[in-house]
């Protein structure tokens, strides 16, 4: 079925820039409502940026116009642009895939930490 692989994240300094990518394998991405979520330590796991199998975007508050959710059909990838990085963003993110009439994300990559230093 649908698997998740997940890559891109590291240590950065605050300000700098970051590219999430997830390769989809088994089934066809564009068809899935997809998202991506993050943990920081001691907090709820948030779902901070999402694509609808439609196309439609949305973001948490504290990321827009910062980050950018996006899925390259080509190459069955999701990435997730991150840019203006604060400490604040420092979290494991994961991404995440459902069915496109499903209210759960059933599909989740291994999850890859990105580290902000100030």
């Known amino acids: 079925q649908l698997q998740l692989v997940e890559s891109g994240g590291g240590l950065v300094q605050a300000g700098d820039s970051l590219r999430l990518s997830c390769l989809a394998s088994?089934?066809?991405?564009?068809?899935?409502?997809v998202g991506w979520f993050r943990q920081a330590p001691g907090q709820q796991r948030e779902l901070v940026a999402g694509?609808?199998?439609?196309?439609?975007?949305s973001y948490v508050d504290s990321v827009k116009g910062r980050f950018t959710i996006s899925i390259d059909s080509a190459k069955n990838t999701m990435y997730l642009q991150m840019n203006g990085l604060t400490p604040e963003d420092t979290a494991v993110y994961y991404c995440?895939?459902?069915?496109?009439?499903?209210?759960?994300?059933?599909?989740w990559g291994q999850g890859t930490q990105v580290t902000v230093s100030s």
């Open positions: 694509i609808t199998s439609g196309g439609d975007t």
């Open positions: 995440a895939a459902r069915m496109s009439f499903s209210l759960h994300y059933d599909y």
């Open positions: 088994g089934r066809t991405l564009t068809t899935y409502s």
